[in-house]
């Protein structure tokens, strides 16, 4: 597969997994040409991997956590710019709350919850522990619960359960 034909097919679902991750459809734009760009530099060597998109996927992931990093705050508003990428299979208030999450916690539920990967796993992709990883879920879901509009949303639409 060439680079321009697996940007075309997988494009749609990376903008997607961005847009989770963020919160924010123009970052997450941001997010998937940053990934693209870095595939594209090293296309050769990856398009010969079982699977490529696992690669971009992690690339999104990490340059996620190191833009927070580099900022520490958010900056988060309602108002969504005209033409704007908004995604069919919102839940609504829950994304709304995930959105106030520190961006750590909302990487760790986007990739346990979304992207249904173990903990030990995500601890690989975010380059932490799995002890960590536990920890910010933990802390997420607690803040997540707390709020009576998202109790209701997480009980059938995300939550499924302790994973071990």
Not at 29 to 37: K, N, Y
Not at 108 to 125: H, K, N, P, W
Request: glycine share 6%.
């Amino acid at each position: 597969m060439e680079f321009d034909d697996f940007v075309r097919a997988r494009g749609p679902a990376l903008l997607r997994y961005g847009y989770v991750l963020t919160g924010n459809a123009d970052d997450a734009a941001d997010l998937v040409q940053e990934a693209l760009l870095k595939l594209s530099d090293s296309w050769k060597r990856v398009r010969n991997k079982d699977n490529p998109e696992a690669y971009v996927r992690t690339t999104m992931a990490r340059q996620h956590i190191s833009w927070w990093r580099g900022r520490r705050r958010e900056h988060l508003t309602d108002d969504l710019p005209e033409g704007s990428y908004t995604d069919v299979h919102t839940f609504g208030e829950l994304w709304k709350e995930l959105a106030t999450l520190p961006r750590r916690q909302r990487v760790v539920l986007v990739l346990r919850y979304y992207e249904d990967l173990s903990d030990q796993e995500i601890a690989e992709i975010l380059g932490i522990s799995r002890g960590t990883v536990r920890s910010q879920a933990f802390h997420a879901l607690n803040a997540l619960r707390v709020k009576p509009s998202v109790r209701e949303s997480l009980s059938g639409s995300v939550r499924k359960g302790e994973r071990s």
